[in-house]
């Protein structure tokens, strides 16, 4: 008896942990990926409930926050905009996938490859990419963002940093 109440007791306790762990899981629910967007439009984010699928992080700001849609109706949610383009290097839809970003200036969703990018925002990631609907001097197009992103050429970068803003 003496050998058996050890036993038990670690395994209650180890029962409840994983109970509380279940419960809280349940009670989140978070999203990643939403099906059936076959007209691809930017679908609506509750702040809070949806996390950003390249790098896990919950989505609580909307000021870079971007989605891809595949042909499928899939759609992926992002809060930096370099995170998106990391996640999209190597997908089979790359090229025809539709992109939605929230852009700075008019605060709704534009197609992401007609968008322009700034490269000195203070984005979740780190990486400096902050959408515009309007052009204005230094701004880049989505090809040369996404071309900077995948180079290292971003804002987690220290020399891209010092250079563009001198820390």
């Known amino acids: 008896m003496k050998k058996i109440l050890p036993f038990l007791t670690i395994l209650t306790i180890i029962s409840i942990i994983i109970i509380i762990f279940l419960s809280m899981s349940n009670k989140k629910q978070m999203v990643v990926l939403k099906e ?3 007209n691809q439009t930017p679908l609506q984010i509750i702040l809070g409930k949806y996390q ?16 891809v849609v595949s042909k499928s109706g899939k759609t992926w949610f992002f809060h930096d905009h ?9 997908k089979s839809f790359k090229d025809t996938g539709k992109i939605w970003v929230m852009s700075i200036d008019t605060k709704k969703y534009i197609d992401g490859r007609k968008a322009w990018y700034s490269r ?21 197009s989505f090809d040369e963002m996404s071309l900077k992103m995948l180079r290292g050429e971003s804002l987690v970068n220290p020399y891209i940093r010092k250079e563009l803003i001198g820390k």
């Not at 370099?82 to 190597?90: A, C, F, H, I």
């Not at 203070?122 to 902050?130: E, I």
């Open 36 to 38: 059936g967007n076959i």
């Open 52 to 67: 950003d699928s390249d790098c896990g992080m919950i989505i609580d700001d909307m000021t870079y926050v971007s989605q």
């Open 120 to 140: 000195t925002e203070n984005t979740p990631m780190g990486y400096g990419f902050g959408a515009y609907e309007k052009k204005e001097d230094n701004l880049i």
């Open 82 to 90: 370099g995170g998106m383009v990391n996640w999209l290097k190597d």
